[in-house]
């Protein structure tokens, strides 16, 4: 079956301007999870969601960040006005259950802003 | 603070040599532990999950461990290809967390 996918892949964005990138987790899972990449870091986590419910955001690194799963699977990242440093490889994964297992990950989104 | 922490960052060793990699965590009270391996430009994938009470786990030439007491765990590759290049990344989830903790992974290369 299908895996989790992102888009877009690639994204340029000046700095200020408001972007939104999109996960499609594995039809079925309940868990999503969004992390932030920088270049040889190992990822950091965002957020994560249980169906369309946001149980921890804590990773969030500001207020300009937003992420949203209204019907509990597409889900959201959204960040406003923009700043070099949010520059990064963004991962969504997700995993069947509401429990830690296994996570799926997608091929990520790379941000790069100027 | 619950961390993780790989060392060496990088690696070059020769095609078909074994190797280890080797991952170290801070507090033992650990859910369970996951060995990653991600390609450039890529997402990561998941190569073995051991959960907290198991000492071992195995997938063909990949062999992880884990010693909760000392907070380390390492992952075994035997008889090592060019394909086996790419970077490793070992992630815990602590009983007490609602999310996965990454180290910042060993970047792997063999030499053909």
């Known amino acids: 079956g299908a895996g989790v996918s992102q888009s877009p892949r690639y994204k340029v964005a000046k700095r200020g301007q408001d972007v939104a990138l999109r996960c499609d987790p594995i039809s079925g899972h309940v868990s999503l999870f969004w992390y932030q990449q920088a270049l040889g870091q190992g990822p950091e986590f965002l957020t994560y969601?249980?169906?369309?419910?946001?149980?921890?955001k804590s990773g969030l690194p500001s207020d300009r960040f937003f992420a949203e799963r209204p019907e509990g699977s597409v889900s959201t990242l959204k960040i406003q006005r923009t700043q070099q440093e949010d520059s990064a490889v963004y991962l969504c994964?997700?995993?069947?259950?509401?429990?830690?297992?296994?996570?799926?990950f997608g091929p990520g989104t790379r941000l790069l802003v100027l | 603070k619950q961390e993780v922490t790989q060392i060496p960052a990088a690696l070059s060793v020769p095609e078909g040599e074994n190797l280890v990699l080797n991952c170290s965590f801070t507090d033992s009270a650990i859910y369970n532990l996951q060995w990653f391996r991600q390609d450039p430009g890529k997402g990561l994938t998941s190569l073995l999950l051991?959960?907290?009470?198991?000492r071992e786990q195995t997938s063909g030439r990949l062999n992880a461990s884990l010693d909760k007491s000392s907070g380390r765990s390492t992952l075994y590759i035997a008889a090592s290809q060019p394909g086996d290049s790419a970077t490793y990344l070992c992630?815990?989830?602590?009983?007490?967390?609602?999310?996965?903790?990454f180290g910042s992974g060993t970047r792997l290369s063999i030499r053909p």
């Open positions: 051991i959960q907290s009470s198991q």
């Open positions: 992630a815990v989830w602590w009983s007490s967390a609602s999310k996965i903790i």
């Open positions: 969601f249980q169906n369309e419910a946001q149980l921890d």
């Open positions: 994964a997700s995993s069947p259950g509401p429990t830690q297992e296994t996570q799926y």
